[in-house]
C-alpha cells in the first residue's frame, strides 16, 4: 500500500519486538531530507528493524545515504537492520556503489511482519 498521490512515502508498523518501516516511490535527496529523521527515529525503538524497499520505484545516492545512516544508527545500537529487497533497478543502485555486501537482505517479509489489518499504518508523505 503506497499512496498514489505522492512521490514518496514512508509507512510504519510495529509487529512483536520489530519496527517495519515501508518505503515507497522515489527515495532521493529530497525524501531523504524529509523522511530522514523519521526514518532514523524508528531505528531503534525496538530491538528488530526491518526497510521494505519492495515498493521504492527509485533510489539514489541521496537515499543510499539516508540508508546507510539507518544501518550505521542500527549498528551503533546493537539492533538488528534487515532490507527487504527491492526491484532490480534499486538493487543495482547497492551494487554499482558497491554497498550490496554491507547491508542484510531478505527477498520478502517474513510471515507474521505485514501491517495489522486492525489499525492503519503510521504514514509521512508529502504530495
Given at each position: 500500500?503506497?499512496?498514489?498521490?505522492?512521490?514518496?512515502?514512508?509507512?510504519?508498523?510495529r509487529a512483536g519486538t520489530t519496527t517495519v518501516i515501508r518505503l515507497c516511490g522515489e527515495i532521493d535527496i529530497h525524501a531523504a531530507l524529509v523522511l530522514g529523521p523519521r526514518a532514523?527515529?524508528?531505528?531503534g525503538?525496538?530491538?528488530?528493524?526491518?526497510?521494505?524497499?519492495?515498493?521504492?520505484?527509485?533510489?539514489?545516492v541521496g537515499g543510499l545515504r539516508l540508508l546507510a545512516r539507518m544501518r550505521d544508527r542500527a549498528q551503533d545500537r546493537g539492533l538488528e537492520l534487515r532490507f527487504v529487497r527491492g526491484t532490480a533497478q534499486v538493487m543495482?543502485?547497492?551494487?554499482?556503489t558497491r554497498q550490496d555486501s554491507s547491508y542484510t537482505f531478505v527477498d520478502r517479509l517474513p510471515p507474521g511482519q505485514g501491517e495489522d489489518?486492525?489499525?492503519?499504518?503510521?504514514l509521512v508523505t508529502v504530495p
Open positions: 500500500m503506497c499512496a498514489a498521490e505522492s512521490t514518496f512515502a514512508l509507512y510504519e508498523h532514523e527515529q524508528l531505528t525503538e525496538l530491538p528488530d528493524v526491518l526497510v521494505d524497499l519492495s515498493a521504492v520505484t527509485f533510489l539514489d543495482r543502485v547497492f551494487r554499482m489489518e486492525d489499525r492503519p499504518p503510521g
